[in-house]
Nanobody, 118 residues
Framework: QVQLVESGGGSVQPGGSLRLSCAASGRTFSSYAMGWFRQAPGKERELVARITWSAGSTYYADSVKGRFTISRDNAKNTVYLQMNSLKPEDTAVYYC???????????WGRGTQVTVSS
C-alpha cells in the first residue's frame, strides 16, 4: 500500500499558475506510474496527466496539453503538476494516484481543491 499526500492547491485568477505536489510513502517500489486526476462538481473523475517512475514517460489529457507539466523526483518519491494558463474550467478537486505494475489505479490521495476564478 502507498500513502499519498497532496499539497499546493488554492485559488487563482484565470491565466495564473499553481504547482501541486504529491508525496508518496510506503510500497512505492511496486508501482508503475503516478498520475493526477481531477473531478469537478457533477462530473466524472478524469485523468489529467501521468508519469512513469522509471522512464519518465508522460501522458496528458488533450484539455491540458501545453499548459500542464507533470514531473517526478524519484529520490523524494514526489510527483509534481505545474499548471500554467489556468482556466475556470480547470476548477476541480485534484487527486494524485498510484498506478500499479498491473496498470490498475490502486491508491489515492485525499485531494486538493483548485479554484480558478476572477
Amino acid at each position: 500500500q502507498v500513502q499519498l499526500v497532496e499539497s499546493g492547491g488554492g485559488s487563482v485568477q484565470p491565466g495564473g499558475s499553481l504547482r501541486l505536489s504529491c508525496a508518496a510513502s510506503g510500497r512505492t517500489f511496486s508501482s508503475y506510474a503516478m498520475g493526477w486526476f481531477r473531478q469537478a462538481p457533477g462530473k466524472e473523475r478524469e485523468l489529467v496527466a501521468r508519469i512513469t517512475w522509471s522512464a519518465g514517460s508522460t501522458y496528458y489529457a488533450d484539455s491540458v496539453k501545453g499548459r500542464f507539466t507533470i514531473s517526478r523526483d524519484n529520490a523524494k518519491n514526489t510527483v509534481y503538476l505545474q499548471m500554467n494558463s489556468l482556466k475556470p474550467e480547470d476548477t476541480a478537486v485534484y487527486y494524485c494516484a498510484v498506478q500499479s505494475l498491473s496498470r490498475a489505479w490502486t491508491d489515492w490521495g485525499r485531494g486538493t481543491q483548485v479554484t480558478v476564478s476572477s
